[in-house]
């Protein structure tokens, strides 16, 4: 298999990652990622997740540069990063020279100044800081041109901006040990006020400063010849001394440590109905029947013409894969559009086990058109919970006066792609998923919740404030996403359910059945591939995922405790006397794990990874039956060695304690 194919099947994409690049500024480590530091470090602890500069056009889309040119210097402990990039999209044409320097002491200092090449409008052109969300509760003091705050990053999601008109901010990382004093640091801004929203809200995980404030007009217009001229500097204010020979480096050994004690029911599973109009065939039947779902979740908008076709399209399969069916339906704010909707409800019996309804421009419910709900439910006599929620991300959940007193359930989606798209920032959203749920049970006590779908990329653009081209990216649709048919779809995937099915949600939605966002292509596919390459008829990676975990689906969950949570990912069940753990392998690298299985005899494996892929896509029945027995270090361990974003399914049987 050659290089540009291998990275196909594991990230979707002929190209491979960026290179990163482990820079020293005195007692500070950083990662350089082209323009943007990630994962800056004092000794082993994490001061800030990223440093970067945004270009966002009208629509809040994220402009990506292209590099003119690029230098690095470094030594030991210092280093200078130089660049010039240009922004361009649809009407941004914006170029921009960086200059970030870190020095012995510990100091890093980010300058840019850039300029608009012709006229455009924008939202935001300028420095983002990522603050991790593992912060939440710890002293910042936040220094405003009249006042110095003293407060903490938020524990519960804020709704809001919880600062604003920042020039400065100084936090604990890590409290006063010991051996040491805190390690506090110091952000100083120049060039704009900036603001910190709380990223949770879209499953960032992560509090983000940046510029230009929003309760400021935008977009506004930035003049051909117009400069941003902006800079940041980071320095610690104190820090334990590292004594003669002690050295602060993370531990190398990827461990993955599983219970064999019950931590709760696996919550129901379903998936999005497929939004092409072609009817399942019998292999697909098949394919979708074996992942026994739970129900299948339906967007049904009553403005578009084609609704009621849909909705008998929808039943129909719904029928075929003998399951139940769950509607959002997007409609006026009054509720006036349900009329219809439950007239054909009620006269054609289609039975509805869920539906929520949402306003489709600020994509929440409103209490009018629950209240017609409820009254037409009522007069057709039909048998469904009515839920309430939000359609866009958790965020509009978070901040509208929603009619929970009303509901029966509580719903919102979820997406990794709101404001970063790179493979790891993607990762590092799945530890943030479970931190919506336990905020969503917050507001919305006692409430069941639905949460769903979970896709990789927004269905569509929540913030935009003009139509956006339904087709971008060599004409395929903007919520598609390459990475759905790929191995490092398959482990994202992975780390979502372990994250979102221990959180006591009823339902989880995922994906679509059928397509370029579902769980295999279809067996006719006329659109073009070079942008999502599939093959007719082939599964994928990510199928394979939730076969595994339809054959437990009686089962319970198993708490999973992770070394390291960005760089591999596991979830287990246990039925009965089996035991089902899939790991993953969610970095670019090959990987050595030790898996702890106590009490686990008869023990087999089979792995899903850049060997095995196109005899799981193209042949998936002979490859769920391989397996092989793994041989343990000693009791309950084993060592594996995982190849780049690699899944291991690993089956194995309680020990009998007569």
């Known amino acids: 298999m050659g290089a540009v194919e291998s990275w196909v099947i594991r990230t979707g994409s ?8 482990q820079l020293h500024a005195g007692p500070l480590i950083v990662t350089l990622e082209e323009g943007a530091l990630r994962s800056l470090r004092l000794h082993s602890q994490e001061v800030l997740r990223g440093l970067y500069v945004a270009v966002r056009d009208h629509n809040w889309s994220t402009i990506t540069p292209r590099f003119l040119s690029y230098e690095v210097d470094e030594d030991e402990d210092a280093f200078q990063v130089r660049f010039s990039a240009e922004y361009t999209g649809a009407e941004v044409d914006f170029v921009g020279h960086g200059t970030i320097n870190g020095s012995r002491a510990g100091e890093i200092t980010f300058t840019f100044d850039g300029w608009a090449r012709r006229t455009f409008r924008k939202n935001r052109i300028g420095f983002c800081i990522l603050h991790p969300m593992e912060l939440a509760g710890t002293a910042l003091e936040v220094e405003t041109p009249t006042q110095t705050l003293h407060s903490v990053f938020p524990e519960h999601i804020a709704p809001h901006q919880p600062f604003k008109d920042i020039v400065a ?84 050994q990827l461990n993955v440590k599983v219970s064999t004690e019950s931590a709760g029911a696996l919550p129901a599973l379903g998936f999005g109905l497929a939004q092409h109009a072609v009817a399942l065939s019998p292999a697909e039947i098949d394919y979708l029947r074996a992942l026994r779902p739970a129900y299948l979740w339906l967007e049904l908008n009553l403005a578009r013409p084609d609704w009621e076709e849909t909705l008998s399209r929808a039943w129909n399969d719904t029928s075929l894969l003998q399951t139940e069916l769950e509607l959002s339906v997007v409609c006026d704010a009054e509720g006036q559009e349900l009329n219809l909707l439950f007239s054909k409800l009620g006269d054609q019996r289609i039975a509805i086990v869920r539906l929520c309804c949402f306003e489709r421009s600020t994509h929440v419910t409103t209490r009018a058109m629950l209240e017609q709900a409820r009254v037409l439910r009522s007069i057709m006599g039909l048998d469904m919970q009515l839920g309430a929620g939000s359609r866009a991300n958790f ?46 049970q917050r507001i919305a006590p006692g409430l069941p919740l639905s949460v769903g779908p979970v896709t990789l990329k927004p269905r569509f653009n929540a913030a935009a404030i003009a139509p956006e081209n339904p087709q ?96 591999v990912e596991a979830l287990a069940l246990r039925q009965e006397r089996r035991v089902l753990c899939l790991v993953a392998n969610l ?27 196109q005899e799981a896509m193209y042949a998936p029945a002979h490859f769920r039956q391989s397996k092989w027995p793994l041989e343990s270090d000693q009791p309950g361990q084993f060592t594996i060695d995982l190849l780049p974003y690699a899944i291991l399914r690993v089956e194995g049987m309680v020990e009998d304690k007569e």
Request: proline residues 8%; glycine residues 6%; hydrophobic residues 40%.
């Open 169 to 252: 901010m100084r936090y604990v990382c890590s409290p006063a040990q010991a051996d040491g004093p805190a390690i506090k640091m110091e952000l100083r801004f120049d060039g704009e006020l900036f603001e910190m929203e709380d990223q949770r809200n879209w499953t960032d995980a992560s509090y983000k400063t940046y510029c230009t404030p929003l309760h400021l007009p935008y977009p506004v217009e930035l003049a051909a010849g117009e400069h941003v001229t902006q800079s940041i500097t980071l320095r610690p204010l104190s820090y334990p001394t590292l004594q003669a020979g002690q050295t602060f480096h993370p531990t190398e």
């Open 395 to 440: 965020a509009e959940f978070n901040r509208a006066d929603l009619p929970l007193d009303l509901a029966k359930l509580a719903n919102y989606p979820i997406n990794p792609q709101v404001h970063a798209f790179d493979n790891l920032s993607l990762v590092e959203t799945l530890q943030a998923q479970a931190v919506t749920v336990s905020n969503a």
């Open 587 to 613: 970095t670019q690298a090959r990987q050595s794990i030790l898996l702890t299985l106590p009490n686990i005899t008869q023990v087999f494996g089979r792995v899903l990874d850049e060997t095995t892929a």
């Open 14 to 21: 002929s190209q491979p990652p960026p290179v990163c690049r």
């Open 472 to 567: 971008k990216q060599n004409s395929i649709l903007a919520s598609v996403d390459p990475r759905q048919r790929s191995l490092f779809g398959a482990g994202w995937t992975v780390g979502s359910l372990h994250h979102l099915t221990g959180t006591g949600a009823h339902w989880l939605t995922y994906y679509e059945t059928i397509g370029w966002r579902g769980l295999l292509e279809q067996e006719q596919d006329t659109q073009p591939r070079d942008y999502f390459p599939s093959v007719p008829g082939a599964l994928f990676p990510l199928y394979h995922v939730f076969a595994d975990v339809a054959e437990f689906h009686h089962g319970d969950l198993l708490a999973v405790e992770l070394s390291n949570a960005v760089a």
